[in-house]
């Protein structure tokens, strides 16, 4: 495992050290995290958001159907 120097704002750093303390790990393991959340995504997972956010949208083609042409058209 790499080490790396971060520069942070000296409140962000004791923000960061007290929630690692309350949720009991280091803030090295909470920075580690978050990146993992942020960068590494599940493979597919964006395509679970994506349907899921379809499902809750109210929205409809009606009865338009719509050609393999059209689609890439669009």
């Not at 962000?12 to 790990?25: N, P, S, T």
């Amino acid at each position: 495992m790499k080490n790396i120097t971060l520069s942070i704002d000296d409140d962000m750093l004791q923000a960061g050290r007290e929630y690692a303390r309350i949720h009991k790990m280091s803030f090295n393991v909470l920075v580690r995290k978050l990146i993992e959340q942020t960068v590494v995504t599940k493979k597919g997972q964006w395509l679970d958001d994506t349907f899921s956010l379809m499902d809750k949208l109210d929205v409809s083609s009606g009865t338009r159907k719509w050609t393999r042409e059209e689609l890439y058209r669009v």
